[in-house]
C-alpha cells in the first residue's frame, strides 16, 4: 500500500527528490522480501524432496540476507542428521540380518558419534553388543570341540607317553565347560578312552607252562574284553542342528545356548526340550527326542513377530490406511519402519492397517535374496498395495543319506568341511546381495550402463540377474518416454508462443492438436497441457471474429474519436509486444535482452544472470493482462498472473503462478519497462 502511494506520489512530482529516494528504498525493500520468499520456498521444496543437504548449502550461501534463516537452518540441519542416522542405522539392521554383527556394530557407533544417539540407535547397540558376544563365545566353543576331537583322533596311534598328554590337554580345554556341555562330554569320552588304551597296554605277567591252558582262555577273556569294554563305556552322542527364521535367535536346551545361524549341540540320547528368543519375536518352544540310531535332520524354528503394545490410555487413536503386502512366497517376513509385524499367508500375501504416513517396507525370508526395500504412504482409509520378488537362493544338491553310519572321525571331517562351504557359500551370496543392492543405486541415478554391468557380473558368479535386467529395461524405456514427452512439450509450448505471438491460426491449431495429446498421455505438464488447450480455443475465437465496423463515428468540437481510438489501440499493442519480448527473455535466458527493454534492471541484472546459468529451462508467461495507460500516453501500468515454468540444472521442473505488476514509460517515444513487482 505504501508502495503504491509513493509511486502516484513520484508520478505525480518527479523531480521531487525526497520522494524518489523514498520510493526506490521501498522498491528495494520489496526486493529483498521477495527474494528472500524465494529463496525460503525454494528451500522448502528441496525438505519435502528429501533433498535436506541441498537445502542446506542453499540456506548457508544466503544467510546474511535474512537473520530468520537461522532457524530454518537449524531445522533443516537436524532433518538431515536424523536422515542420515535413520539410513545408516538401516544399514546396519540389514548387516545384523545377514549375521554380520560385528559391521553393524562399527556402523551403529559411528552412527551415534557423527549423528548422535537415540533410545533407538542405544537399543540396537546393546543388542549388537550382546550378539557379538555370543557369537564369540560360540566361535570359542567351537574351536575347543574341534580341538577335541582332534586329540581323539590322536588317542588310538598314540604311545603312552602321549596318552598321559593328550588327556591332560583335554581337561584343560573341557575345564571351562558346565558337565552337561558337550565339550565336557566329548573330554570325558577321551578319559575313558585314554584308561582303557593304558590298560589294554599293561605287560601280561609270567604264566607256568602247565597253566597254559588257562591262560590262553584268560587271554581270549581279556581280547574279549578289549572288545566290550569300549562298546559298554562309548557313549554315543548325535549331532543336532537348530536354524531359526530369521537368524540371530538365542536357542537354548538346558544349560547350554548357541546362536543361530551357528548353532549346533552333540546330544546323547533322551528328551529335550528346546527354546529359541529373540528381540521383537515371539518365544518358540519345541520337544526333542534324541535317538542314537537315528540321524536327526535340522531343525528349523520359525519365529513370529511380537505383537506391538498397545497406544497410552487417553490417546486419541490415529487415522489408518490399509497396506497390501504381495511376495508370491508363504511365510515371509514383513518389516514396517524395520520393525517385524507379520508373515505372509499361504498365498504370500499380508495385510494390516497402517498410520496415514510415510512408511518404510521391507521383505526377507531365509533362503531367499532379500529385495529392495520400498517406500509406500497410506492415506486414510485407502488401501496400498505393494510387490516384492524373492528370488530363491542357489541350494547345493544334498547327497543322498549312507545306509552305513559314519565313524565319528569321519563326521568331524566332513562338519569341517561343511563349516568351509557354508563359508564359501554365505560370501558368495553376500557378493551377489551386494551387486544387487549396487545395481539398484545405479538405477536410482538412471545410470543404467553401470546397473547392466553388474548384472553381467552377477550373471558371471552364477546369480539369478533376470529380474533385475527387466528392471533396467523398464527404468531405461521409463526415463526414454520421460525424456521424449518433455521434448514433446516443450516444442508445443514453443509452437504455441511463436504462433500466438503473429496470430498464427493454424500454428495455434496445431500447438493445441500437440498440448491435447500431451494431456491424454497423463504426465507431469497435464495440468498446463489442458490449459495452454483452453487459452488457444480463446484465441481462435477471437481470431475467428469478423472485424468490427470501422464506419467513423461523428466528430465532436473536442477532436476525432477514431484517432484518439487509433492511438490507445496502438500504445496497447507496443506496451504488449514490450511484455512479449520480457517474455522471450526469459525463454532464451539472455539477460542482455532483458537489459534492452528494462535499462533500469540496476543489481537484478546479476541475479538474473546467475538465475539462467543455474537453468536448464525457462518458461515465463505473463496471461490474463490488464493494461492502464495514463492520460498523456507517457505512462503504463501493466496487471497480470505470471507463470514461471523454471527447471534447474539436474532436477526437475518447479511451477510457480504469481500476481505481479509491470510499470512501463516513454522513453525517446519507445516503450520501455521501470519496475516489475
Known sequence: MALEVLRRCNTRSPNDETVSRLLRTAEEQLRKELEVNSIRTHAENLVREEREQEAVVLIEKNLSKDPAFEELLATTRRKLIAKRREESLTKAVLLQRQARYGEAHGLVQQAIRQYGSTPAAADLERTLHDQIEAERRQKSHDADRDKLLAIERQVPTAKQAKLKKL?????????????????????????????????TAAPPKPIPVRQIAAGAAATLAIAAGIIVIPRLFRVTAVPVEIRTDPPGASVRIGDRSCLSPNCRFDLKPGQYQIEARRDGYQPVEQSLTVDSTKQIAPINLMMQPAPPPPPPLGTTAASTGTLVVQSGVPDALVFVDHTPRGRTDGRGVFSMQLEVRSHQILVEKNGYRTPRGQQVDIVSGASRQLTFSLDPLRSEATPEPRLKAKSEAEQSRQAVEDKTKNADKLQHDQLLADLQTAARQDLNRSDFTSARQKADQIKAAGGSSGTLITEIDQAEAQASRAVQYENSYQQAFQQYRQAAASNDKSGLEEARNSFQSIAQQGGSHTADAQKY???????????????????????????????????SVDESAAVGNVIKKYEQAFDDKNVDELRQIWPDIGRKYADYKKSFENAQAQHVEVVNQTVKISDNGEQAMVTASLIDNYTPKGSKMMKRTDRVQFELIKKNGTWVIRSVQ
Do not use: F
Open 533 to 567: 488447450s483452453h487459452d488457444i480455443d480463446k484465441r481462435l475465437v477471437a481470431l475467428n471474429q469478423p472485424p468490427p465496423n470501422t464506419a467513423a463515428p461523428p466528430t465532436t468540437p473536442h477532436g476525432k474519436p477514431e484517432e484518439l481510438l487509433r492511438g
Open 167 to 199: 588327556a591332560i590337554r583335554a581337561q584343560q580345554i573341557a575345564a571351562t565347560y558346565a558337565a552337561e556341555d558337550d565339550n565336557a562330554g566329548i573330554a570325558s569320552r577321551i578319559l575313558r578312552r585314554v584308561e582303557l588304551e593304558l590298560a
